[in-house]
């Protein structure tokens, strides 16, 4: 049985505890779950208790462009940030061959160690909260547990982790979104963060336009990602021109831009960055997804909805389908097939789909026929 730390009564022990923060680590979560903002402080002291936090350590490499969030972490309460170096490293691409220059941290580890070690070696805590995912870290890990400290990894997508560190912790916490949702801790998403801020910027005369201003933004938002991966399955290329997702984007949506006081389709894009990579190349700027949906599996998809459609209208003697009826039909027929074709909503897979049908209404009133 596995025990949630959190509501287990532990009234004695453990009673002091330090969060340990490999901040390239960290980075790396933030950007997974697409976070803008998260409050540390709140973070920080969830996850040591019962235990009271003491201190919370900071460990990164110096970057120019993070150096306001370092700063600000030093303003935090019981905050401490230890700065190493970046120097470049030259690695081989195993799928190119080419040799790629990086920044790498350099002693920055080795510091983190250290203070794990000093932490739990020097009876300052009960507790050691490590967010991180290093395997490097595992001989001062066992050093700490040795010395009697609770070891709590505290990671992201289980697939970050090294199995061997993470087999060897005494706790863990994944963080998600529902889990900060569930502690109560504040936080925004990037996406979300910057949407907002756009909608408050509108001066507008009531809350209802604001609101409707919103809902179009979404349904852009969406509209955009799927004639994005539309387009993309028409050509062998893994880009295409941003100018001419602009050009189809204004034939579908003549409208778009008065609808969301959004002027510029960058613009638009910036409210779902982690979704998309721009490239700028002889004075074209091209689009890519960052997470590209092979295309193999579009044209899968593709042809099994095809397949339950054309089957829905053989069997019966109605002219359309509705939006709710395909879905039903959809999941009867692979309760799976939006994993296994990598769907996220059934509007989105039509869109792909007005070649060869007919979509018409909206919202809840969407209904499908054959041409």
């Known amino acids: 049985m596995v025990l949630d730390p959190f509501s287990v009564n532990k009234p004695n022990f453990p009673s002091k505890a330090a969060v340990v923060i490999d901040g390239g680590y960290w980075r790396k979560v933030v950007e997974h779950l697409d976070l803008k903002f998260v409050d540390l402080?709140?973070?920080?002291?969830?996850?040591?208790?019962?235990?009271y936090r003491i201190r919370a350590y900071y460990f990164d490499g110096k970057?120019?462009?993070?150096?306001?969030?370092?700063d600000s972490l030093q303003l935090l309460d019981r905050f401490e940030v230890y700065l190493g170096e970046l120097v470049p490293r030259d690695i081989t691409c195993p799928h190119c061959?080419?040799?790629?220059?990086?920044?790498v941290q350099k002693r920055v580890d080795v510091a983190l160690a250290v203070e794990l070690v000093h932490l739990a070696t020097t009876g300052t805590t009960d507790l050691i909260v490590l967010i991180a995912g290093d395997r490097d870290f595992?001989?001062?890990?066992?050093?700490?547990?040795?010395?009697?400290?609770?070891?709590?990894?505290?990671?992201?997508?289980?697939?970050t982790v090294s199995k061997t560190m993470y087999k060897l912790v005494d706790e863990k916490i994944e963080i998600t979104i529902d889990f900060l949702k569930e502690k109560g801790i504040p936080y925004k998403l990037r996406g979300e963060a910057e949407l907002?801020?756009?909608?408050?910027?509108?001066?507008?005369?009531?809350?209802?336009?604001?609101?409707?201003?919103?809902?179009?933004?979404?349904?852009?938002?969406?509209?955009v990602e799927s004639l994005l991966l539309e387009m993309l399955t028409r050509t062998p290329k893994e880009s295409i021109l941003l100018s001419s997702l602009g050009i189809e984007l204004s034939k579908r949506e003549p409208n778009w831009k008065e609808k969301t006081k959004i002027k510029h389709l960058k613009s638009l894009l910036k409210l779902?960055?982690?979704?998309?990579?721009?490239?700028?190349?002889?004075?074209?700027?091209?689009?890519?997804?960052?997470?590209?949906?092979?295309?193999?599996?579009?044209d899968s998809?593709?042809?099994?909805?095809?397949?339950?459609?054309?089957?829905?209208?053989?069997?019966?003697?109605?002219?359309?389908?509705?939006?709710?009826?395909?879905?039903?039909?959809?999941?009867?027929?692979?309760?799976?097939?939006?994993?296994?074709?990598?769907?996220?909503?059934?509007?989105?897979?039509?869109?792909?789909?007005?070649?060869?049908?007919?979509?018409?209404?909206?919202?809840?009133?969407i209904r499908i026929k054959q041409k």
């Open 41 to 51: 402080v709140a973070l920080a002291n969830v996850l040591c208790m019962p235990a």
């Open 63 to 70: 970057k120019q462009h993070t150096q306001s969030f370092h």
């Open 97 to 103: 061959e080419k040799v790629i220059t990086t920044p």
């Open 138 to 159: 595992i001989p001062a890990i066992e050093t700490a547990k040795h010395a009697g400290v609770i070891i709590r990894l505290v990671h992201g997508a289980p697939k």
């Open 196 to 223: 907002i801020s756009k909608i408050q910027s509108i001066e507008v005369k009531s809350e209802k336009e604001k609101l409707r201003i919103e809902s179009h933004v979404k349904h852009m938002l969406i509209t």
């Open 272 to 298: 779902e960055a982690s979704k998309y990579k721009l490239k700028e190349q002889d004075k074209q700027v091209y689009i890519s997804t960052i997470k590209a949906i092979p295309k193999e599996d579009i």
């Open 301 to 365: 998809a593709r042809t099994f909805i095809l397949q339950v459609v054309e089957k829905f209208f053989q069997e019966n003697k109605s002219d359309s389908i509705s939006l709710q009826q395909l879905g039903s039909l959809l999941s009867r027929k692979n309760p799976e097939w939006k994993k296994k074709y990598e769907v996220k909503q059934l509007r989105t897979a039509l869109n792909t789909l007005e070649q060869d049908l007919i979509i018409s209404g909206t919202k809840h009133k």
